[in-house]
């Protein structure tokens, strides 16, 4: 009798672990392209970048003399400063970075009609490979320092205002998301408004009658102001702190209101999510 092991048959090839075995391959294979290709994108919209210089004067009116001034930006830094020439200059770069940018996509409108100047930098919506495109306008504005305007209107986006030994009746500060610095010689009204970004005032004197307004919904406000200075001062603040050395009550409270040396101007600060601050000179 014959006791000897059967000999093992072989079946065919598992073909469907095969087929398995490459769609998975594939698979991977695919996902360490697509992830090449995205830091590729990623790294050539950092490195691809363009840039000018940009430079206007605009004309004063018939008796050489500047009304108002408007600035608008998107993207980039606002300064205006006083220098000693009897003429506005307002200069800066323009930067386009990213992966189908172009300086042409960036608009600079200006004019400058009797006196009022109007500059303006207008960015176009995002629009390339995984919104890579960004612009920025860094803008510089010189004005004369003997003169005092009717009106200094600077807006922004992205980017922040600063503002030195303004001379204005009006000043009105706009940012979304940017920090203000304003730093007034003379200014009757003045309102600074910014959603994400400190707001610091200060000023050499507070007019008779006049109305000061800041407000910094997710950020600080610092306002300096000399001592000896009279105005009635309302703060508010909801998710923050008033800070004031000036003050003779208790700034514990979320609101808080006092009068300083007969009350003539009005000085209103208002916080959401911040810190105000009240500093004497």
Do not use: H
Request: proline letters at 4%.
């Amino acid at each position: 009798m014959d006791r000897s092991t059967p000999s093992t048959v072989l079946g065919p090839p598992e073909s469907g672990k095969r087929r398995l075995n490459r769609w998975t391959l594939s698979i991977v294979v695919i996902g360490i392209i697509v992830v090449g290709v995205l830091f590729s994108l990623i790294y050539y919209s950092t490195v691809v970048t363009s840039s000018e210089n940009f430079s206007y004067g605009p004309q004063s009116d018939a008796q050489g003399t500047y009304t108002s001034l408007s600035i608008s930006d998107v993207d980039g830094l606002v300064t205006v400063e006083p220098w000693s020439q009897p003429s506005i200059l307002i200069n800066g770069t323009i930067t386009a970075k990213g992966l189908g940018s172009s300086l042409s996509a960036v608009t600079i409108t200006n004019s400058s009609i009797n006196g009022d100047v109007v500059f303006k930098a207008m960015f176009p919506v995002s629009s390339g490979i995984l919104f890579s495109e960004t612009y920025t306008a860094v803008i510089n504005v010189f004005i004369p320092s003997t003169m005092r305007f009717n009106s200094v209107r600077v807006s922004n986006t992205n980017g922040g205002a600063t503002l030195d030994n303004i001379n204005s009746t009006s000043l009105i500060v706009t940012t979304v998301n940017g920090d203000i610095s304003a730093d007034c010689i003379y200014c009757m009204t003045a309102t600074a408004t910014s959603l994400n970004g400190n707001v610091t005032t200060t000023f050499a004197t507070l007019a008779a009658q006049g109305s000061y307004n800041l407000t910094a919904t997710n950020a600080n406000i610092n306002f300096i102001a000399p001592s000896s200075s009279s105005f009635k001062l309302t703060a508010d603040v909801l998710n923050g702190f008033i800070v004031c050395p000036l003050c003779s009550g208790s700034t514990n409270q979320k609101s808080f209101t006092e009068t300083f040396n007969g009350g003539n101007a009005n000085v209103n600060l208002d916080s959401v999510n911040g810190q105000i601050t009240i500093t004497g000179t």
